[in-house]
């Protein structure tokens, strides 16, 4: 009786024939992972499918629940983030004020530069005679040969040749 409870317990093998192999595809259907079917879409297609579902199913467990609140670290970046999108555009709309009054201050001084120079050309100049003393007006003009000269010359188209 000893030797009868240490025998090695035999195994059978579950076979399965042909048979209920064909039986067993007719009832659960053709599949893809045993041969049975082919695919009629490509691998990218399922796959792209297969996330898509995935995706609604997460999206539609989480899609009612309420965002999370920010805490201390979030909160104090989005501070410090704030303050410095401020500074930069105090910076730029002082750098702007600036430039502007750069700019309005050359217009100024060069329409200034302007006035001043139509000013000295509006004035029309004074046309003064040259003063001669009456003692030089009586005297008359004497020539090396000691001819008295008019003080205007003629000129005529007769030459002196001929």
């Not at 067993?24 to 049975?36: C, S």
């Not at 082919?38 to 579902?53: A, V």
């Not at 704030?82 to 910076?91: I, T, W």
């Amino acid at each position: 009786m000893a030797d009868e409870d240490f025998r090695p317990a035999t195994r059978l093998m579950n076979f399965v024939s042909q048979e209920q192999l064909d039986e067993a595809k007719k009832t659960r259907g053709p599949r893809v992972e045993d041969g049975t079917a082919q695919r009629d879409r490509p691998l990218y297609e399922i796959l792209k499918e297969n996330k898509d579902k995935k995706d609604a199913e997460f999206n539609e467990r989480f899609k009612h629940r309420p965002p999370k609140a920010l805490d201390e670290d979030e909160t104090e970046f989005l501070d410090k983030l704030e303050l410095s999108r401020k500074e930069y555009e105090q910076q730029l709309a002082d750098d702007e004020a600036k430039q502007l009054r750069s700019f309005q201050e050359q217009v100024a001084a060069q329409s200034v530069i302007l006035h001043e120079l139509k000013e000295t050309h509006m004035v029309p100049p004074k046309l003064q005679k040259a003063k001669i003393s009456t003692s030089e007006a009586c005297k008359p003009l004497v020539s090396i040969n000691n001819d008295v000269t008019g003080g205007l010359v003629s000129y005529s188209d007769e030459s002196d040749d001929d």
